[in-house]
């Protein structure tokens, strides 16, 4: 029988992970996010366990991560004969993925603020 390890968030990450959602982050995004800043490289099947997400649930977040450029995947070709696994590590550090993410929600907000004073300027 094989033995395996299976990482689980702390309760500084749930925390972590929670703020990000408070934000507007996808949960799914955000356990992926936090799961990678805390472990260099994972596989498919670890962020599933870890984050107790289904395995297109995770897909869909990496999806998202990989195309923001937040994320990066090599292939593992290891001891298994079948498809080769992949595995994915942040593409930045988690501090410049935060820029990213205030950064967008600044201009979210710049926007909401534009609209508001159009209202404004409708009014009689």
Known sequence: MRQE???YFTEKEEEFANLLIKTGTRKNIAKVLVFLAKTPEATTLELERGTDM???????AMRYLVDQGW???RENVGESRGRPMKIYGLAKPIHEIMDCIENEKKNETGIQ???VQKLRD???
């Open 5 to 7: 390890n299976v990482t």
């Open 54 to 60: 289904r395995q297109s649930e995770v897909s869909l």
């Open 122 to 124: 409708h009014i009689p």
């Open 71 to 73: 994320i990066r995947s």
């Open 113 to 115: 603020l534009a609209l």
